[in-house]
């Protein structure tokens, strides 16, 4: 029915991002107090404030053991342990701010920036496994494919179709008329893209083919998430 069950509050600036930790808690990142807050989401109860990033926090991301990566606007991206809000490590590497973190299917953490680049990290140590330079733009937006390939939203609007295991670019495919905010794996094998340029757009991953374009907005949608019902 759409009614709003529960407001929480707790951070100074807007949220840039938002997590469900496998507890059952949700993680939260605000760009004014550079903090993450871990919070009860039944009583707005706040749990935990991890603090370590020296800007703003830009994305969140739950690894397949649980802890919760950090990618902020200082360039680097900080592992967590959500529980009792240690610092596992810190990972370095981009020269510009972490815009967007997915986890892959092999368990390994893929991040975009503003430098340009796509980096892939192991998530067991934090070493970098390879970085995916060859973008010419901005990084915004990264989604794992139901196939496996890695899709990046680019500041262009464009968005490229990547091999995560050998960093070939397979695919790019253009509509956006600005750049790519969001994107999302969808149910049916689709993936759908969010745009400052107001729209969504929903894309055939197979052969890049435009399904369709969402555009009966007031304003830009800067985040997109699938839900259970699909």
């Not at 993936?191 to 083919?209: E, R």
Request: with cysteine; charged share 10%.
């Amino acid at each position: 029915e759409g009614s709003l069950i529960q407001t929480l509050t707790g951070h100074a600036g807007y949220v840039n991002s938002l997590a469900a930790l496998s507890n059952g808690y949700l993680a939260i990142g605000s760009n004014l107090d550079q903090t993450i807050k871990i919070l009860n989401p039944k009583d707005d109860s706040l749990i935990r404030t991890l603090t370590g990033h020296n800007g703003p926090i830009t994305c969140l991301a739950v690894l397949s053991n649980g802890y919760l990566a950090s990618g902020s606007a200082d360039t680097t991206i900080n592992i967590w342990n959500p529980n009792d809000g240690s610092l596992i490590r810190t990972l370095t590497g981009h020269s510009g701010p972490v815009w967007s973190l997915v986890v892959l299917p092999n368990g390994n953490l893929a991040s975009g920036s503003d430098d340009s680049s796509i980096i892939i990290w192991n998530s067991n140590d934090g070493s970098l496994i390879r970085t995916l330079g060859d973008h010419l733009d901005y990084v915004f937006s990264l989604a794992v494919l139901p196939n496996g390939d890695l899709a990046s939203g680019l500041f262009s609007g464009q968005i490229i179709k990547l091999n995560p295991n050998d960093g070939s670019s397979m695919q790019s495919l253009s509509g956006h008329a600005s750049y790519v905010t969001s994107l999302a794996a969808l149910s049916n094998g689709y993936f759908a893209s969010a745009s400052y340029d107001d729209t969504i757009k929903i894309w055939n991953p197979i052969d890049g083919s435009l399904i369709r374009t969402l555009s009966n907005r007031t304003g830009s949608a800067s985040s997109l998430v699938v839900l259970s019902n699909g």
